[in-house]
């Protein structure tokens, strides 16, 4: 995961168009991994990224699989 693009907390949502809530509840139930959380200072103080080939693979899972339990 050392050299992986990362993608900012604000694009993941808006690309994913999930809440917030969404992702901190799937980090409180171990399905978005701490580590994965990677806080960097910007301009604008301090951001969350993400590594993204890896969440976002995580997160097409997470929300095929919420699909199919509806």
């Known amino acids: 995961m050392g ?7 604000k694009e993941l949502l808006e690309r994913y168009s999930i809440s ?3 992702l901190y509840r799937w980090k409180r139930k171990g ?6 959380f990677i806080k ?3 301009v ?3 951001e969350t990224f993400f ?3 890896t969440v976002c693979k995580r997160i097409e899972l997470i929300q095929s ?6």
């Open 3 to 9: 050299n992986e693009a990362l993608i900012s907390k």
């Open 20 to 22: 917030y809530g969404a």
């Open 31 to 36: 399905l978005i991994p701490e580590e994965w």
């Open 40 to 42: 960097k200072a910007t």
């Open 44 to 46: 604008t103080g301090q």
């Open 51 to 53: 590594p993204r080939e």
């Open 65 to 70: 699989q919420k699909e199919d339990t509806l």
